[in-house]
């Protein structure tokens, strides 16, 4: 992938895994976050768009409520990002 991206030497490149200590749990909620923090919106302005409780943001973010996929086509819509990023 990054010979495409015109990198020569990538004999020294490190799994992306590897550079952050994000468990798969954790993953979707910093997913959320930083497509939240891209788009410039608080939790709040996010719930206003999707319908989806504050709350509920909250504890996506920090791991403490899952994401379904009907809600993950809710926030992609609203963050203009892939729904898959949040499962």
């Not at 504890?59 to 963050?79: C, H, P, T, V």
């Amino acid at each position: 992938m990054l010979k495409t991206l015109g990198f020569v030497d990538v004999s020294e490149a490190l799994p992306w895994r590897k550079c952050f200590s994000y468990t798969d749990e954790q993953l979707p909620g910093v997913c959320l976050t930083g497509a939240r923090g891209k788009e410039g919106l608080t939790q709040k302005q996010l719930s206003e768009l999707t319908g989806i409780p504050q709350r509920h943001i909250s504890e996506m973010e920090n791991g403490k409520r899952s994401i379904g996929k009907e809600i993950a086509k809710r926030l992609s819509k609203a963050l203009n990002i892939g729904y898959k990023v949040f499962l």
